[in-house]
């Protein structure tokens, strides 16, 4: 992925060290094949970013596997044959920062991105070792392509939904690009006489660039840091059956 020369400027310039970060790429695109995805070519160029950073990044197509709806860890327990949920979800486990893709439809982000955080929201039962969610200390943002409005809309329900889990989600957090209102070319497209549809879009460059950098400067800081602090947010402090909201006072973590 060739990157905008302010991008690779930046990346040229850079001082920290974004070695020890991982980050995984989510597409939710409708497109069975991930090199059919106008998406993934917008999150080719975060990723390519993070790469420059030294951060170490992956790809994962969601179609390209069997996911079922669902918001248990393996829907083979109810009643699906199969599941490669659990596979994904190691290397999205393991990532400092997760980054969404998703195409717009009729406004909405796409039904399999739908998917993606039901599975996301199975997992939300698992704890870390200081008992908090297993998703804290890791940040989280997103791209979203079409050529219909909607790119805030998407950004919010889902940055709601990673920040609910336990994502944290730094500022300017999500990216997109939209065409002219109406049916027209996608993200990627080749133009009449050269040149590519939104490649060089300065606003959906910078906001793809700002949301990049910031994901990494976030991560650096948690990780650094250990996460958070467990004081007030462990959960194992909160005895199963506790009645009317209030700590068991004769419970102790």
Not at 16 to 30: E, R
């Amino acid at each position: 992925m060739q990157l905008h020369p302010e991008q690779e400027r930046l990346c040229d310039e850079n001082k920290d060290d974004f070695s020890a970060l991982s980050a995984v790429f989510v597409n939710t695109s409708l497109k069975p094949k991930a090199e059919d995805s106008h998406t993934r070519l917008l999150l080719e160029v975060s990723s390519a970013i993070m790469q420059k950073a030294g951060a170490k990044t992956e790809h994962l197509h969601l179609l390209e596997h069997h996911v079922p709806p669902g918001i248990y860890p393996d829907m083979r327990e109810h009643g699906f044959d199969r599941d490669d949920w659990p596979k994904l979800w190691e290397k999205i486990e393991a990532a400092d920062i997760l980054v969404v893709g998703t195409p717009l439809w009729l406004g909405e982000e796409s039904s399999v991105c739908r998917v993606l955080i039901e599975r996301l929201y199975g997992m939300s039962g698992e704890l870390n070792e200081k008992g908090q969610s297993i998703f804290y200390g890791k940040v989280g943002g997103c791209v979203i392509t079409g050529n219909e409005d909607g790119i805030k809309h998407a950004a919010m329900t889902i940055g709601y939904a990673l920040s609910h889990l336990g994502y944290t989600i730094p500022p300017q957090a999500d990216c997109g690009w939209i065409g002219e209102a109406g049916p027209g070319p996608s993200y990627g497209d080749e133009e009449e006489g050269g040149g590519r549809v939104g490649f060089e879009n300065d606003f959906t460059q910078r906001n793809t660039t700002i949301m990049s950098w910031n994901l990494l400067h976030l991560a650096k800081m948690l990780k650094e840091a250990g996460g958070y602090s467990s004081h007030g947010n462990d959960r194992r402090a909160w005895k199963a059956g506790c009645r009317f909201g209030y700590a068991n006072p004769d419970y102790r973590a």
